[in-house]
Structures are given as C-alpha cells and as structure tokens.
C-alpha cells in the first residue's frame, strides 16, 4: 500500500504545524532590531531619536500587515508564505549588506524602507500561519496561539544565541542569518501547510490537546536550555557548536509527532479516513447562539437589527462598530507598544544602567500590572534590576499575544479573522511610534551628551526613568480597560466554558 501521508490525514496535518512552528521559531526577527541596533547607530552616525525612528521603520511594516489580513481570504498559504519569506529576504539582506560594509550605507529614510521591508514580511508569515492552524485547530485555538507566540518569543533568544555560538556575536552575520534562516525555513511550510477541515469527533479533540501538551513541554525544554547557555557565561568554539546543534535537535523534535502518526497509520492501514467537517468558518458558539438567542435582552435587540452577538462571525465592520473590539485594541496597545519601547531600545538601556474558566481578557489584566510591576523595577535601577525588569516585561508581552489572539477569534469569528488580527497588529507600528520613536527617543536625547562621530549617548539611570514611569502609567490604564472587557464578555466565556465542559462529559461518558 506504500508509507504514503496525505495533506488531510492526521499525519499530514501535523507535518503542517510542526512546520508552522518552525516558521514562528524564526520570525521573531522583527523583535532582534537591539541585536545590531549599535552597529547601524556608528555606521550612520545617528542620535538615539534618530535610531528609535528606524526601528519604528520596520515596526511601520506591521501597518502594511492589513494588505496580507486582506490577502488571507484570497490567496493560499503557500502564497502568502512565498511572499513574507521573499520580502524579509530583499528586507534583512540589504541591511546586511550594509553593516557587512559591503556596500555604502544608504541614506536615512532609504534604510527606513528595507527596515519597513522587513517588518512587513513577517506579517505575510504570521497571517499564514495563525489563521490556517486556528482554522485546522479550530476547537484548540487557545493551545494553538499560545505553542505558535511562545515560539516567537523563543526566536529572538534562539537567533542571538546561535550567532552567539557560531559568529561570535557578529552584527553583520546576524543580519545574514535573519535574510536566509526564516527564506529556507519558508520553504518547508509552503510544502506542507495547508488548510484542512477540522477534527469533528471528542476522541480527535483529545488526541489534539494531549500532542499539544508534548510540544508545550518541547517548548519548556528548548527555553530552559537557552536560558542554560545565556547564564553560564562565555564558552568555548567546540562547546558552542555542540550547544547549536543540539538546540537544532530540540527544534526538530517536534516532527515526532507525525512520525508517530505515520507509522501507527501504516500499522493499521486498513483504517479509513473519518468523516469530518467541511467548512472551518463556523463560528464557535454556533449551536449555543441558536439555542439561547433569547436569553439576553441584547441578543434580542442584535437580531432584530440583523447584527451578529459576540461569539458569532463577524464581518470586519461588524467587528469594528462593537466597543468590545475598540476595548481589546486599546488595551493591546498598552501593552505591546511599551513591550516594543523596552526591546527596541533594550541595548541603550543596558549601557545607560550599567549592564555588565476566568475569561481570557482576565490574563491580560494581571499582565498589564505585572508589567507596570517590571517597569518600576526597571526605573528604580538598582543593581539587576534591569534583568529582573526585563523578564517581567518580556513574559507579560508573551501573555498579551498569546492572550489576545484566540481572544478576538472567540469573539468575532473565524470566517475574517485574518484581517481582524492584522487591525490589532496595527498597535505595534503605533505602540512603537508613541513610546519608542517618540517618548523614549526624545526623552533619552534630552538627557545625552554629543560623541565625536556625532550620535550621542546617555550613562546613569536617569536616562530612561522617566520613560518606565510613562510606560507603567499607560500599562495602568490598559489594565482598567482588560478589567472593562472581561465584565462586558463575562457571558460569552460561561457560554464557552460550558460547551467545553458538556464536550469532555460526553467524551468521558462515551468511554
């Protein structure tokens, strides 16, 4: 019968994400800019508000992510993948050419356009990606968002330390690797990624988590071992080598999964595929809409105006006429604009401080407080504050994405859910111009000195205090707004939990 794995079958629809985390792994280099920040600063001779408007360049790009949420109803996932990994390839390579010196460096608002260039790309791949897996893994998008962002998160540290490892920490290699790994790595997922029907059976939904559980531990492993590296100080070549190959093993492990599936196929392979659900649009509480429709006096109201209920598809207007919609993207900005303010300018502040069934909107809150938390931290600058702030930061900008993600498929739908979530990216160029290019650039340059080439630089812990107070401030205000959104979407997450619970009873009952 031959070792044969179709696109559809459980081993095929693996494959495909596996890939897609891949993809993830990699595309984090948008969140890198601090990595090579300094050597574009002396090539070009730039003031600190000069280089945090570059990085509000490529964060710009992230605003061109509507013309890929546009794309995603229109064009295959292979497209869409073809053109992200071509962009950041033109995107990254001209910076690395620059850096490299070997070419010239280019004029200011030249640079802003490969920077913007490469921004954009990872748009196309994350649009891809997210919507074809939450579609796929429609009944576990929760799971789903949460394995792909933590791997961006991931990507940056996976980057820097195989440059680390391998080039010595090399800004112009760096670069190099941004323009080639996330081109290749492309290249695998337009092979195996496709959008495929959903799982339609309790059994299918439990094998689901229960993979999704292994690469969640993955996923630990991989953290906890770059963590090993970064804190044990300077290593040798040999011992770097082996570090950056056995990282690449862990990377890999993943594809167990769908090894596992093939050979269990082949085993029995006499099975037949199940029938499953065609469309992947339905929205999530389809049955439960047409069941209690008349529960609530605003469910009423809605229908007879011919507006969808939270938890129904929403068109993309539909969504942006609801306050809801508006809560979560202010609140989004709140976080992940000064998220980005902290990583674009992570290598200044290390030289200016001295470095040597709760309603997902709930998780938000308790993020934005804890970041309000990371940002005094940082703005007391006493000894390691810096490293302890700079965790808490990054953990909370990874709950956010993670977080608000499967948050605005819950409540508008899966059917425009590609251009819904390129609407909320929008807070990142945004969030970067507001704190970054603006607040912290401005603020910085007020309190530097000139240097000879030129740019300038701040030492003391007076440079960026003032910007981590701002910063906590607006994460305060963020956290009224989750407050605001959990109480206005309490209903629709009962309503979900107890189809989530009425699943596994029938599940547990069937056994």
Known sequence: MGFKISPASPAGKWIGFVTAVWVQAISGNNYTFSNYSDALKSLMGLTQLQLNSLSVAKDVGKAFGLLAGLASDRLSTPVM?????IEGFIGYGVQWLVVSRRIQPLSYWVMCIFLCMGGNSTTWMNTAILVTCIRNFRKNRGPVSGILKGYVGLSTAIFTDICSALFADDPAKFLMMLAIVPFVVCLAAIVFLREIPPSSTTAEESDETKYFGIINVLAVIIALYLLAFDVTGTHGGLFSQIFAAILLVLLASPMSIPI????????????KTEDVEQHVTEPLLAAEAEKKVETTSLTEVAAEKGRPVLGEEHTIFEALSTVDFWILFGSFLCGVGTGLAVMNNLGQMGLALGRAGTPRPIWNAASQILMAVGYILMAMAMPGSLYVGSIVVGICYGVRLAVTVPTASELFGLKYYGLIYNILILNLPLGSFLFSGLLAGFLYDAQAT???SGGNTCIGAHCYRLVFVVMAIACFIGFGLDVLLSIRTKSIYAKIYASRKQRK???????
């Open 81 to 85: 993948l073809l053109i992200g990994s």
């Open 260 to 271: 596992y599936l093939a050979a269990k196929n082949f085993i029995r392979s006499g099975a």
């Open 450 to 452: 000139k240097t000879a």
């Open 505 to 511: 009873s029938s599940m547990s009952n069937g056994n």
